[in-house]
Nanobody, 118 residues
């Protein structure tokens, strides 16, 4: 059974940092494309970052490039999103997403709230 559980959200001041975690079970990272998405109030869910397995290629949306880093710890079955230089516009619920190959079955976590405010 595939499960994704996010943690690490919270309230942070502008310019601060947070590290989100996504603990997974039921599949291996080597057979998945992993993503972080976010959804702000009143807005559509948007893709933030993608990683194609441990040591794989990474890509970022223009809005977070240079500030956020996506990574995987295969031994801990956990994906991370390190977020630095946070801005109020980064406030959203952050979701991890798994696209499991070869069938491309897709799964979502429950989300974790990030609020950037002074």
């Amino acid at each position: 059974q595939v499960q994704l559980v996010e943690s690490g959200g919270g309230l942070v001041q502008p310019g601060g940092s947070l590290k989100l975690s996504c603990a997974v079970s039921g599949f291996t990272f080597s057979r998945a494309i992993m993503r972080w998405h976010r959804q702000a109030p009143g807005k559509e869910r948007e893709l933030v970052a993608t990683i194609t397995g441990p040591g794989g290629s990474r890509s970022y949306s223009d809005s977070v490039k240079g500030r956020f880093t996506i990574s995987i710890d295969n031994g801990k079955n956990t994906m991370y999103l390190q977020m630095n230089s946070l801005k109020p516009e980064d406030t959203a619920v952050y979701y991890c997403h798994a696209q499991i190959l070869p069938r491309s079955d897709r799964y979502w976590g429950q989300g974790t709230q990030v609020t950037v405010s002074s």
